[in-house]
């Protein structure tokens, strides 16, 4: 069931209005349910793998806790079961794949295919399992909440990743749906719309997927204004999707993290990956990037010695790759994103800090272009698979051969940058709801109606899923 | 260890290791991570600093912007948890 289809629509009223009917003890109760029956619509078995894990990574939590001795054990037997469950599936389900006759790989394909989700209720699990063992949470006693902070339906698909200690304290407090609280979430969900609906859906009309596709047969103009497009595509599509999901959540009384802050106005590739899948970055800095970082600080405390400064940020863009995909591809994008990092480290290597309003305007420029350039180079092995890319930067090295690229997404693009600039400048995402009624008014009406107006023109319904 | 203490040992390896200016005029309540004057990885170093001058290890989820954004935030989060160990 897509976020963006009329079925998801009278499945979140249906969903509200049985939630707001029963007593609070069973509303928990109906929402996993109903996570379940989501998850159902899209695979009939995976809701059972979904299960398994929940009843063991409960048992282990409670056992991690209790455990005088052998705490760690625990834990990495914990880490071993997540961690061993996505690469089984993949590597291994996908290897097996391509080597079973078609009959068979049929028969088994529930056990071959990635699960749609399984990449975020895993990480969810481990950092519920190390919290546990840094004592910065105590194990739930309450299974049914447990199930729930990993099956929770607007978050399982795609994220926004979840940290128990913020998520299940708001499963057992009594919630409350205040006017505010209700428009706050109508105006997240008509954003989302917004930028998943009308600028990622003009976007993909525009989208010139022919460059994409095949590099070779055109000039470097074209193909890197293909990459620009598409990455403003996928963001769109993402940080519409993640609004959506969080203004739907809203409406039950559960809030669900930030994704995104105006990235494109980053300063650098740093920042730039604190404001681009922030729920994603910020799990992979506190889980793998700062315990790698501090074990090698133990051991020479400075911050410029070399391999201090590299090691960290390549370890962890690495694992990004990895589970963006187990692709050569991804493990390349990967590495391309730690190597920019790398880079902006060594050139940082004795420069004193300097705070962002004294940098001279036309530097700030320049440096937000740079970075839209080497995030879109970046996109290339995102894209397409290594053939493809080695061809792509090849043909992108070479000059201009003459081919004029399609304009017309640009004021699609422009019109994103300002939607960001706008919320990025006041400091508020909401901001529209400041608005004089007028222009809220304006805003209301086109919004469905250019929404109704681009699925329209759309061959098919968009579904999306990240990674 | 008083707070003033703690707060100029803080200060003066925020001056010296992460802005690598001893002359920068830092207010106790200037954010040094959310206004973009450090990128939020260097809070790896200051886990290590709290580490290895005041012996106390805070995990790795706890070093946040929200918790530590400023000296004196850094300096209160210190505090805290001495006088937890105690």
């Keep these: 069931m897509s976020i963006l289809s009329l079925d998801f629509l009278q499945f979140v009223l249906i969903t509200l209005a049985i939630y707001y009917l ?48 052998g705490r760690r054990l625990i834990l990495v037997l914990g880490i071993l079961l997540n961690v061993g469950l996505l690469l089984w599936f993949l590597i291994g389900g996908k290897t097996l794949y391509n080597t079973l006759p078609d009959a068979q790989r ?30 910065l949470i105590k194990p739930t006693s309450n299974l049914i909440d447990f199930a729930l902070y990993l099956a929770w339906y607007p978050k399982l698909i795609s994220g926004p990743l979840e940290r128990a200690r913020r998520f299940l304290p708001q499963l057992a407090e009594k919630r409350r749906l205040s006017d505010q609280d209700l428009a706050s979430n109508l105006t997240l969900i008509l954003i989302g719309l917004f930028r998943a609906s009308i600028l990622a859906g003009l976007l993909a009309l525009y989208l010139p997927s022919v460059p994409l596709l095949a590099p070779s047969d055109y000039g470097n103009p074209v193909l890197l204004w293909a990459l ?86 390549m370890a962890t863009m690495l694992i990004s790759g990895l589970w963006h995909g187990a692709n050569w591809n991804h493990l390349l994008w990967g590495a391309l994103i730690g190597l920019f990092i790398v880079l902006e480290n060594l050139r940082a290597l004795g420069r004193p800090a300097v705070v962002e309003a004294a940098i001279p305007l036309r530097r700030r420029i320049s440096e937000r272009l740079w970075l839209i350039l080497l995030m879109t180079i970046a996109t290339v092995p995102f894209v397409l698979d290594l053939k493809q890319t080695l061809i792509f930067f090849v043909k992108l090295i070479h000059g201009w051969d003459g081919q004029m690229f399609d304009l017309r997404p640009i004021w699609v693009i422009a019109l994103s940058l300002l939607v960001d600039w706008i919320q990025h400048r006041h400091g508020d995402e909401l901001i529209f709801r ?34 | 260890m008083d707070r003033n203490q703690v707060l100029q040992k803080v200060r003066e390896f925020t001056l010296n290791e992460l802005l690598k200016n001893p002359n920068y005029d830092l207010k106790d309540d200037e954010p040094l991570f959310s206004s973009g004057l450090i990128d939020s990885f260097a809070m790896a170093q200051v886990g290590v600093f709290i580490e290895t001058e005041f012996n106390l290890y805070i995990p790795d989820p706890e070093l946040t912007v929200e918790n530590m954004d400023t000296i004196n935030q850094i300096t209160d989060k210190i505090l805290a948890e001495l006088a937890a160990q105690q």
């Design chain 1, 106 to 135: 049929f028969d088994l394909l529930p056990l071959l295919i990635l699960p749609v989700g399984l990449s975020y209720y895993a990480l969810n699990s481990i950092s519920y399992l190390i919290d546990i063992h840094l004592r």
């Design chain 1, 434 to 467: 400041t608005w004089p009624a007028w222009a809220r008014t304006v805003l209301l009406a086109t919004i469905p109606l250019a929404v109704i107006v681009v699925i329209h023109l759309q061959s098919a319904p968009p579904v999306f899923i990240y990674p």
């Design chain 1, 228 to 313: 620009v497009t598409y990455a403003f595509y996928l963001y769109n599509q993402f940080a519409g999707y993640t609004d959506i999901v969080r203004g739907v959540s809203g409406l039950f009384g559960i809030q669900l993290s930030r994704n995104f802050n105006a990235p494109f106005f980053s300063k650098d590739v740093s920042d730039f990956w604190q404001r681009w899948h922030i729920s994603l970055s910020q799990w992979l800095r506190d889980y793998i990037y700062l315990p790698i970082s501090r074990a090698f600080l133990r051991r020479n405390p400075s911050r410029n010695n070399i391999p201090n400064l590299i090691v960290p940020p």
């Design chain 1, 22 to 69: 029963l007593p609070g003890r069973l509303q928990n109760l109906s929402l996993l349910i109903a996570s379940y029956y989501f998850y159902y619509t899209w695979n009939h078995y995976h809701p059972l793998l979904l299960f398994g894990l929940t009843i063991l990574v409960f048992g282990l939590g409670h056992w991690l806790h209790r455990a005088g001795r």
